[in-house]
């Protein structure tokens, strides 16, 4: 792509608001409240390609065994935006006019939500906002967006400790049994990522849009997915189990770490499941941006 229609496709379309800050360049929007409330904000980050280990080194605390490995490399080939928070109640209410969620809040994740809602979601939102190309992250995408260019059990380089109590590196990072009151909390209340991605460990488990793959048989090095087939029509016994990241308020501390996975067939719904989005056609490296926020023109 040469640079001319590189930097034609930045900021993007649907942006009302791009900049850059000290995690990396951003995108934002708002969608008006229902009911008179206020003004609903998305905010996106730019995730830029690259490569990464995926799963954990076979000495890591707290390892699901074969589950996580072998390790191995990945490359994302091409950069995506994804929300820098899991969706939120008020989000989700103002895509839908509805809530499932248990506990309720409007800044709190929605959960109650299985995999075809999600997908569900992502097709209003992208009709409330065309050009979005709204959907649910790969496994892969999720793993190293979560990651963010760090190895260790946790995404601020931390290792788990303490993988079945009050890990002290968690505990900065996000919500988990051991300090989330039994229930779900606000988002944005733990630390962020080196990219800005808020919640990536604990406080809701993020439905992903692929099924498990195995990781000890060979995959494409590049952008690998797991099992995903057209799910309209599909059998009900056939159904493929889709992957569930990132862990939750009712885990303990091992299965909120950056490699840990587990997967559900896509119509449970349940108190500790939600999920994040993915949006924007896959593309090259943007080109810098101002910093602070900025109208899109």
Excluded at 80 to 92: E, I, N, S
Excluded at 98 to 114: I, T, W
Excluded at 164 to 176: C, I, Q, S, V
Excluded at 219 to 225: F, Q, R, V
């Amino acid at each position: 792509m040469s640079a001319q229609a590189r930097l034609s496709m930045w900021p993007p379309a649907w942006a009302q608001v791009f900049g850059e800050d000290r995690f990396g360049v951003f995108a934002s929007f708002e969608l008006d409240g229902v009911g008179g409330e206020d003004k609903v904000e998305f905010v996106w980050r730019w995730i830029p390609p690259g490569s990464f280990m995926m799963g954990s080194p076979e000495g890591e605390e707290g390892r699901w065994g074969e589950m996580e490995g072998p390790q191995h490399a990945v490359r994302i080939s091409q950069g995506f935006w994804l929300g820098d928070a899991p969706v939120t109640q008020a989000q989700y209410r103002v895509v839908t006019g509805g809530d499932p969620s248990e506990f309720k809040g409007a800044e709190r994740p929605v959960e109650q939500v299985d995999w075809d809602q999600a997908g569900t979601f992502c097709t209003a939102l992208e009709g409330k906002v065309p050009g979005l190309a709204a959907g649910l992250p790969s496994e892969a995408q999720w793993e190293y967006a979560c990651r963010a260019e760090t190895n260790a059990a946790f995404n601020d380089g931390s290792d788990c400790t303490e993988p079945e109590g009050l890990d002290p590196a968690l505990a900065k990072l996000g919500w988990f049994v051991d300090n989330s009151e039994r229930e779900t909390q606000p988002v944005k209340g733990k630390l962020p990522n080196a990219w800005g991605l808020y919640d990536m460990h604990g406080n809701v488990w993020e439905w992903c849009r692929d099924g498990n793959r195995d990781y000890a048989v060979p995959w494409p090095g590049a952008d690998p997915l797991g099992p995903h087939p057209n799910e309209s029509g599909v059998a009900e016994e056939d159904r493929v189990a889709r992957v569930v990241r990132g862990g939750s308020w009712f885990d303990f501390a091992r299965r909120c770490r950056s490699a840990y996975r587990f997967w559900h067939y896509p119509d449970p719904r349940d108190a500790n499941l939600g999920f994040r989005v993915l949006a924007g056609r896959a593309s090259a490296q943007p080109p810098e941006a101002e910093s602070g926020a900025i109208g899109a023109s």
